[in-house]
């Protein structure tokens, strides 16, 4: 479904991500982890459209999308959340979620078939029902959390881009993220997923791919890579939470 060849992204002098090749195929979940300025989200950046790579090639599904804007990438069916969970501050929870109705699908759709998509869609990720019609700046961060998700799945991804989305969740909260994630791929969507918390990690992924200073320095099934010594001299080693 989405094949990534040789991409890289250079930022002035330093190559934030450097000749990174990744697959992945449907109803798949891979879980992309490495230390802080790896090139995590310069990577899912490209994938999106939100930056262009230097060089290398993108493929989905069958078609390139190399260098293509943010707004086409998503019609082909690719949505992204964001690291730091802010959107459009002054709508409501649902007028934020039909933004991704209206403009993310490669189809017209009216306002009221938009509202009845955000309102269920909200509903899927377990939006509370009474704070649909709360100003996004008055929602915590859980709540914005689950909009964003819901924004991003009103566009009706084929794959789903989640950027340390259980960041700043607790534990509890992290267990639902992973059961909703699971469930999201239930519904026929593959996931590229960076996160921290390797519970996380381990519980949804297929596989993980290890990126360390803009480089692929491991890929394989989970068990594998938390096994791999490259990877955990350079991430595991560090990782209070592990
Ligand atoms: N717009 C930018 N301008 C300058 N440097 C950047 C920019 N975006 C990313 N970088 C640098 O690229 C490297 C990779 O960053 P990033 O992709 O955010 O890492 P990660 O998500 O793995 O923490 C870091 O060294 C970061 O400082
Ligand atoms: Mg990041």
Redesign the pocket.
Known sequence: MLVVQGVT?Q??G?R??NGVDLSLGENEIIGLV??????????L?MISGI?APTSGKITFCGEEITGLKANQICKKGIAKTF?IAESFPGLSAQESVMVGALFGKPRKTSMADARKEAASVLDFVGFPAEKMQTTVKNLNVVELKRVQLARALASQPKLLLL?ELTTGLNPKESKEAVELIKKIRDTGVSILI?EHVMSVIMGVSNRIVV?DH?EKIAEGRPYEVVNNQLVIDTYLGDLHAF
């Open positions: 992204k930022i002035g330093l934030a991500v490495g230390p802080n300025g790896a090139g995590k989200t310069t990577l950046n930056s690291q950027d960076i990126l803009g």
